[in-house]
DNA sequence: TAGTGGTCTAGACCACAAT
DNA sequence: TTGTGGTCTAGACCACTAC
């Protein structure tokens, strides 16, 4: 007994999807139109829309009005965590512009800091009381002008509060390891949880996502510690189809090593 | 000047999305039927069927023929990439099955090792030449009989050659960092490259995903490296939203420290 | 102006669940 | 048997592009 056949307009998505991820259709590239769609499968207009709709809620095409749907273009940038050294680059500055310029595009971020109590979520991430003061600072980042990274970051300020760092963008020093190693606080590791998940509607107002394509994110919670202590917490949002995140993670950094344990 | 309205299905899909991410629709959590939608919002049939595709393509919801829409179960489970030694632990447990474990799930695994010629993808990824021996094994990981995640490794056999871990699950020993520590190749780093896209029809069919629902994945490019040497390298997909990556990094876990450098 | 995609109507028919 | 969602038809009308 064989499979029974998909749907009429499954077999369009999987056809053209197959097509797009293989690359043999290119970013960029035309599809048929509608209609053309419509007598090459000899399916209903209906079945061939619901089939493009799909597709783009996939985030594989755009459809343009008046033109045609194309294959869109899923270049991605990378962002790089690692575990080098960050504390001697004073005023060094930040991973995202890193990121940027090594992607060729214009970095930019806007930013609005405010001292407000924790709330139990945060308080509970960064192993405070509900109601401690923190400080909440909002970041947008762009790319050539295009937003294209959300964060909202949370310290206590029972660690940064009265200090040059206090407020993340008007002190001396730009990042949060270099800034806690400004004021004598040395951050030895950070705890980073990756989802990915639908973007809720602020976001793709925020990102300027196409309601229609694209919708999904990659949301981090990143927490950096000094010891036992978290210092800092933060919920990143990326458009989910435009990054690509590379982890580089050493094996064993630690003592006691093989050689001292080995006889 | 206002902004234009949202279409009708929009909303619909604004109103349901946001009320089950805020968690008020808890999974599980049966919608209105069609009906009900259609006279409560004043649309058509097939407006209201067009929103709700949308929500399933989401994978936030499921439909049930005959029985009505129901909020989808986004529980996940937890991957854990760290820095710990594992060398030492020889005959131990599988990354996969701790993490299963921790999460109340029996693991189970199937996989397949067989000799090939390197393709150029996978030998740039290794830094071998292009039809150079490798051993490609591919996994299809269960929890509690679900599958739950794919693999397909690839080592050279430069390395691995001719040695008792040469074949991945027959050796003594289990574990890319475990084996190689076996053979005296000591790894000393991983880079993971994450990025998510919709699943592909292969992808689908081997992790039983519903064609209707939750068709995202997260796709991770390993590579294991002893000094400049890669010595394995993965491609790993997981169900988009059946997944939490966790990555616990050391920052600045190399001499010269911070003593040795300051006067 | 002609062609294209985006939204929407008013249904029909089927597969399946609940009873 | 009744109610539900899943697939599909045969369009209409609008917004926009390309010419």
Redesign the pocket.
Known sequence: MTN?EP????RIVDDLRSRILSGELAPGHK??????LQQRW??????V??A??LL?SEGLI????????YVRDRTQLVRRAHSRDMRKRLGSTSPFARDSEAAGRQPSWESESKKIPATPHVAGRLGIRPGDSVMHTKYRYLADGDPIQLADSYEPLAVTGGTQVEYPEQGPVIGVVARMDFIGVAIDRFVEEVTTRPAMPEEITALELDP?SGRWVIAIERTYYAGPTAVETADIVFPGDRYRLVYEMPIDPWPPSKEAETP
């Open positions: 029974k749907p009429n307009y499954q599809l048929p139109t509608e209609k053309e000899g399916f209903s207009t209906t079945i829309k619901h493009l709709t783009r755009e459809g343009r009005r008046g033109s045609g749907n229609r």
